[in-house]
């Protein structure tokens, strides 16, 4: 019984590759290379060029083989005719005495000068463009994408995105290779079929002429038609799959909302919509291979006509019949080959076309050319007449906006769903941008400093922290990158996530801080994920705190034994707490009480408590064990 194949893998564990004969090859396109600028072509062919420039020594070397594989394929039909010519003049004794030469450069032909080609086609396209080529796409595509701000992924879905990402790799390669390699062979092939029939009569040339003329007027009438569909089909293919991704990441709400019916006919209205797509794409399939049959029936016919006229004319010997024919069968089988390929260029250029519309996208919030990475702050926050509305939002929330938090300063931020404190976090982080107004931070405009100096200034810990899919000590260590695993251990210690940690395990066998928590940290309950959140943020131990709700996960034992911590945590920093449980951030130095985006109150727990009408006491008296009613504190 044979052994079970694998792929070794390095120190790192990636798969190794390292192999000095492949690498010479496979190493002449640097995937990684070239993502300065912050846009990419906004159309399909300037987006296909951008980057065929990038790897046009190999795509050079594309177009000189993609023509001698035509010529080569031509020739050995040339080649056929020839021998049965010789050996119709000689006989059985004398032929190699007198044909030799010619039958020893033929069969160098066949097996040195074809092989040559054909390995370089191969290893140009497999080995120099096809991996490190598609990579190059999808690398640059998904760092242009990750540069777009939050807003951006608030109107679409993950999994659509990423499958573009994915798609536009493979689309721009298959494009390119076709053009340069497939479509080129094939030209090439035609015009030295036409050559050569023309020679030996001109009516067959003039045959392959009108033949080639119908064959581009089919592919000019059918191919727009099949490219517009064939785009429409790539953006119904892409919603889809975003639709199977939202319902799977989501899958404990659909287990526990939906009885089947929902998402059975969502789902199956997507591929309901994908399916017509893809019936009228079979339609003009079908409407090309049919003209394509005709067509080469008729050039066939035609020749073979001539052929046979030819022969008992004495104008065409039988050489020559086996050389015109085998040509006219072999583009038979080319063009109907080459008719299929066409159609999977149209689908690929498609593919781009529909991936341009959301990785060639300027991103609405970009750091300035002059932007100057942030030092450690102290925490000075203002906000200086900013205003702010949503894009789909005619109504302004934020209207001249002003607020001072000072460094080291304990805020808590309180008020009913939709008066603004989520996103007066939001635009402190600069996820969003204010119309007008500026925001400062120590002084410094945040706009002028770069996103990523600014956002290494806080540290934030959300309601309903999102894990990576990866090990518990990677999340935790994910703001600050290259920490000791005793600094990993210290903060899950402080964040009393230790413990659980030890027993984690996932089903690949990994245990304790290896083990991987599943997409967006389903493996964990909730107030594993919080402890881990915390852990986090403990560790990057920036000079900015931001708790949104931190311990709303958490049972009330555990809560007490982090809320020490977190006071320690919080010594000498600048906290904004926004908080729905009232009771958790009573002791804060100031609280500030908002209402449909105004500022309506500020001071302690104790003086606003005191003004009886006021907002903060009115949450306060409908709380019940220290939380409160979800219909007006949760946002």
């Known amino acids: 019984m044979s052994k079970p194949f694998r792929m070794k893998t390095n120190e790192s564990g990636k798969y190794d590759t390292e192999h000095g004969v492949w690498n010479r090859f496979e190493r002449y396109i640097d995937p990684f290379s070239n993502t300065d600028d912050d846009v990419l072509p906004h159309d399909a062919w300037g987006f296909i060029f951008h980057f065929a420039k990038e790897a046009k020594g190999p795509f050079v070397l594309m177009l000189v083989i993609g023509g001698l594989v035509g010529a080569v394929d031509a020739s050995l039909y040339w080649a056929v005719g020839y021998v049965i010519d010789i050996i119709d003049q000689s006989t059985p004794e004398t032929l190699i005495e007198d044909f030799g030469l010619q039958l020893l450069l033929i069969l160098g032909l066949l097996l040195v000068v074809r092989a040559v080609v054909m390995s370089g086609a191969a290893i140009t396209e497999q080995q120099v463009i096809i991996p490190r080529f598609n990579t190059m796409v999808r690398w640059q595509s998904f760092r242009r994408i990750i540069a777009q701000p939050y807003a951006f992924y608030q109107d679409d879905f993950a999994g659509r995105i990423a499958t573009k990402i994915i798609q536009a790799g493979e689309a721009v390669g298959d494009f390119s290779v076709t053009i340069l390699q497939s479509l080129w062979s094939f030209l090439t092939f035609v015009i030295l079929t036409f050559i050569v029939l023309s020679t030996l009569s001109w009516q067959m040339g003039l045959v392959v002429a009108v033949w080639f003329a119908g064959y581009v007027i089919v592919a000019r009438s059918l191919l727009p038609k099949l490219r517009a569909v064939g785009k429409i089909n790539a953006n119904e293919r892409s919603i889809f ?273 290896e083990a991987h928590v599943g997409e967006r940290g389903i493996k964990l309950s909730g107030g594993q994920r919080q402890r881990v959140a915390i852990a986090r943020v403990m560790l990057k131990d920036a000079p900015v705190l931001i708790l949104d709700e931190a311990t709303s996960a958490l049972d009330s034992e555990i809560e007490a034994a982090i809320q020490d911590n977190l006071g320690q945590l919080m010594e000498g920093k600048t906290v904004i707490a926004i908080a729905h449980r009232l009771s958790t951030i009573a002791q804060m130095d100031r609280l500030i009480v908002f209402d449909k985006g105004k500022i309506v109150q500020v001071g302690t727990h104790q003086s606003l408590l005191a003004e009886k009408n006021g907002l903060y006491a009115r949450l306060w008296a409908r709380q019940s064990g220290g939380f409160i009613a979800v219909s007006e504190a949760a946002e």
């Open 241 to 513: 799959t975003g639709r199977l991704v939202d319902i799977f990441t989501n899958i404990l709400t659909v287990k526990l909302f939906d009885s089947g019916a929902n998402e059975y006919n969502g789902a199956r209205d997507a591929i309901d919509r994908y399916m017509s797509t893809i019936t009228f794409h079979t339609r003009y399939i079908t409407l090309i291979r049919v003209c394509v049959a005709v067509l080469n029936g008729l050039m066939m016919s035609a020749i073979g006509v001539l052929c046979v006229l030819g022969w008992m004319s004495g104008s065409l010997t039988t050489g020559s019949i086996a050389a015109a024919m085998g040509l006219v069968f072999r583009l038979n089988q080319m063009s109907g080959w080459m008719m299929f390929n066409l159609n999977g260029l149209i689908r690929s250029f498609s593919t781009v076309q529909d991936a341009v519309e959301t990785i060639s996208v300027a991103p609405k919030i970009t750091d300035r050319p002059d932007a100057k990475v942030l030092a450690p702050v102290q925490g000075d926050i203002r906000f200086e007449g900013v205003t702010f509305n949503y894009e789909k939002s005619d109504v302004g929330l934020f209207d001249a906006l002003h607020l001072e938090i000072k460094p080291g300063e304990k805020i808590g931020i309180v008020g009913p769903s939709g008066a603004g404190k989520s996103t007066l976090v939001s635009l402190v982080l600069r996820l969003f941008e204010p119309k007008t107004g500026r925001i400062l931070l120590d002084g410094h405009d945040i706009n002028s400093v770069t996103q990523a100096s600014l956002r290494a200034q806080f540290g934030v810990v959300s309601q309903d922290p999102a894990l990576m899919h990866r090990s518990l000590a990677e999340n935790i260590a994910y703001g600050k990158p290259g920490a000791s695993q005793a600094e990993i251990d210290e903060a899950a210690r402080k964040a009393k996530a230790y413990d659980f940690i030890q027993d984690a395990r996932d089903p690949k066998g990994r245990a304790g801080f």
